[in-house]
């Protein structure tokens, strides 16, 4: 089974600042890799696919990079509405698996 | 639209059984890998099985082989999770998750989930 770790597990930052958050694969996923943001008592969105390829109506100050098995998902400029909950999907393999999640929270 | 509008969750104690639905619509089901994934209380998601458009192609995660059932009726546009020997650890949001611009493993579009709650 391939382990997707994320970090950090909470990042505290301000409307404005730039979010990066790391997700690691346990061996190569090529770039099948998605992001999904979610909010209390919501489902999941998903953000980015194929690495970094945003999903219809994202908008551009959310962006993702890496392969094999390093990854990004970056906010430029963090609205008040992106702070959430943010979990990185391998589907290179069987298993699926997510990794554990970033709490983007308000400092 | 694409909407998929889950429904079957409840309390049931271990070792009991229940069965979840998903109802499609929007979307040309027939055509659609579907899945379920979960996610346990104050934690993170896990992918629970999946089914390719015929049946044809069917997984699970390990934790669920041999006790969940993942089906589809593309006459219905439903899609259906039976599950026994239900354990506390399947507590659990279970979502149905559909696919997104031909990647059918990417999930594209969710429901609000249905809620399983395993207790004596």
């Known amino acids: 089974e391939i382990v997707m770790t994320q970090s950090p597990a909470t990042l505290s930052l301000s409307p404005g600042e730039r979010a990066t958050l790391s997700c690691r694969a346990s061996q190569s996923v090529s770039s099948n890799l998605a992001w999904y943001q979610q909010k209390p008592g919501q489902a999941p969105r998903l953000l980015i696919y194929?690495?970094?390829t945003r999903a219809t109506g994202i908008p551009a100050r959310f962006s993702g990079s890496g392969s094999g098995t390093e990854f990004t998902l970056t906010i430029s400029s963090l609205q008040s509405e992106d702070f959430a909950v943010y979990s990185c999907q391998q589907y290179n393999d069987w298993p699926l698996t997510f990794g554990g999640g970033t709490k983007v929270e308000i400092k | 639209d694409v909407q998929v509008v889950e429904s079957g969750g409840g309390l049931v104690k271990p070792g009991g059984s229940l069965r979840l639905s998903c109802a499609a619509s929007?979307?040309?089901?027939?055509?659609?890998?579907m899945n379920w994934v979960r996610q346990a209380p104050g934690k993170g998601l896990e992918w629970v099985s999946s089914i390719s458009s015929s049946s044809r192609h069917i997984y699970y995660a390990d934790s669920v082989k041999g006790r969940f059932t993942i089906s589809r009726d593309n006459a219905k546009n439903s899609l259906y999770l039976q599950m026994n020997s239900l354990r506390a650890e399947d507590t659990a949001l279970y979502f149905c998750?559909?696919?997104?611009?031909?990647?059918?493993?990417?999930?594209?579009?969710w429901g609000q989930g249905t809620l399983v709650t395993v207790s004596s």
């Open positions: 194929v690495a970094s």
């Open positions: 998750a559909g696919g997104h611009s031909g990647y059918d493993l990417v999930f594209g579009f």
């Open positions: 929007g979307f040309t089901f027939s055509r659609s890998s």
